[in-house]
């Protein structure tokens, strides 16, 4: 049974209908906790490292390992739904994913943590390519599909913020612990919710049928190209080690690319690349996002360092921008009907850029209302406009039968953009806050100018990223809807 469920032209609209609106609420949801748990331990962190005893090397993997196997097994794991089927491959990355989150909360040492971490980000791989894939073919293509793109691109950025707000509530709650069981309810509604609105399956290719050397060409220089950029900062860029890294990540992907040629069934069909502005779409969510959650990072950095913010009232700091995406969201769609993609992201980076940078001229003796709240309402306005278009985008035209490896695409534009983000941004930071103290500067002082430098330089990466918006597709003729009417009606289009 193929997992389209999309309705026929004369039937009414999905989105019209309680099983569309639920199917689409199921799939944001779990996209929301992909997305949370990228950040939501990271104002947890001083807690994890006083309770486990973690050196401050080590600690860092507690995030990083969830963000590189993120990203190296997205490919794998968008292609794996296309192949081997959707609701299949999505289970499996849920209940993966649940058991991963358990270990990680048990955790009693160092060493399990980190390991549960890094496993739990091979969930996340597993599952949001499978989630986007599912929604891009179950919504009919136009107003229904952008709409639920739209909003599934909303739900994305929202998670970024509500993760860092969460993980300070947590934090200080309950404890840091519970960053991680907060997943298991989640998933368990999750897993219901999907054999009760999804229709099953069928696989599309035979085990002997599967690229697997091409899997894992991908895989290996995937997560090498993204370890080399998180440990890049700790090294050095030009120390051997980092060059070695990424010449290896080079030799891997530069060998999957002729595998992928030759291979009968690739894992990467390259005919995927035709599709118009895919290229550009998945390049803008890479670099937008290497501006973006870097501001997280730093922002966060200078409330507790130099503020003296503790974690839970740095989460808290945070509420704002999650009503201020929402509302970036609702606008995005009424103005996406009317003037196309294009022109919002465009417009969204630049609005972006210009928070980011009122936020790298916040003080060292600032004040919270003053000096960060302003540039925290005005980026989110823009970065939410870019996230709903950049998922339009991005999936406008794919074929159905190559919609996980397009969301695949997309999800490791985001996690290589993070990645690459933070190895940049840390580095240019750390440079500065050392050659200040260096001079007897104050630390707070140092500190500040550091990451007033590391912001400045992410306000243009966005900037970069409205400039590489410009090669996009324009989906005005297919514009979402500006809302979504539920009804209590089902979908006699489901099988």
């Not at 980190?114 to 891009?136: H, K």
């Not at 509420?319 to 769609?333: D, R």
């Amino acid at each position: 049974m193929s997992m389209q469920a999309q309705a026929s032209p004369g039937q009414s609209s999905l989105l019209r209908t309680r099983m569309g609106v639920l199917t689409l609420l199921l799939l944001s949801g779990i996209q929301f906790m992909d997305v949370a748990d990228t950040s939501i331990v990271n104002v947890a962190l001083p807690s994890i490292q006083h309770s486990l005893h973690f050196s401050q090397q080590n600690l860092q993997w507690v995030a990083s390992g969830y963000i590189l196997t993120y990203g190296g097994f997205l490919l794998l794991g968008g292609r794996a739904a296309d192949l081997l089927g959707r609701r299949r491959v999505l289970v499996a990355g849920l209940l993966w994913f649940a058991v991963c989150s358990l270990g990680g909360g048990l955790a009693q040492s160092q060493g399990l943590l980190i390991a549960a971490r890094i496993a739990q980000g091979v969930g996340a791989a597993i599952m949001a390519p499978a989630a986007l894939s599912i929604l891009t073919t179950t919504f009919r293509e136009g107003k229904d599909r952008n709409t639920a793109l739209g909003i599934w691109g909303a739900i994305s950025a929202i998670g970024a913020a509500v993760g860092v707000s969460l993980g300070g509530l947590l934090a200080e709650g309950p404890g840091w612990r519970w960053v991680l069981f907060v997943n298991l309810p989640i998933v368990a509604l999750s897993l219901l919710a999907t054999f009760r609105l999804l229709p099953g399956d069928r696989r599309q290719a035979q085990s002997g049928e599967f690229d697997l050397q091409g899997s894992l060409l991908a895989t290996g220089g995937m997560l090498l190209l993204v370890f080399a950029l998180i440990r890049a900062p700790v090294v050095g860029w030009g120390s051997t080690q980092t060059i070695l890294e990424l010449a290896g990540a080079a030799a891997l992907l530069g060998a999957f690319a002729v595998n992928e040629l030759r291979a009968t069934n690739p894992l990467f069909p390259f005919s995927i690349l035709r599709v118009k502005g895919l290229v550009a779409a998945d390049i803008t969510q890479l670099v937008a996002f290497a501006g973006f959650l870097s501001m997280f990072f730093f922002v966060t950095l200078y409330m507790q360092e130099v503020l003296g913010f503790s974690p839970i009232e740095a989460g808290l700091a945070y509420l704002p921008v999650t009503a201020a995406f929402a509302v970036s969201a609702g606008i995005t769609t009424q103005l996406i009907a009317r003037v196309g993609t294009r022109p919002v992201v465009v417009g969204g980076a630049m609005i972006a850029a210009a928070g980011i940078y009122w936020l790298s001229r916040a003080p060292v003796h600032g004040t919270y209302a003053a000096d960060v709240l302003p540039g925290l309402l005005t980026m989110p306005l823009g970065a939410g406009a870019v996230f709903v278009g950049v998922t339009i985008a991005a999936n406008a035209g794919v074929p159905a039968h190559q919609a996980g490896l397009a969301a695949a695409l997309l999800n490791a534009a985001r996690q290589v953009g993070s990645a690459l983000g933070l190895a940049i941004f840390s580095a240019i930071a750390t440079s500065r806050t050392q050659h200040l103290l260096a001079t007897h500067t104050s630390r707070a002082a140092a500190l500040t100018a550091g990451y007033q430098q590391a912001l400045l330089v992410s306000s243009i990466f966005v900037l970069a990223a409205a400039v590489i918006a410009l090669r996009s597709s324009d989906t005005r003729e297919t514009a979402p809807s500006p809302a979504i009417p539920a009804s209590l009606a089902t979908d006699p289009a489901r099988r």
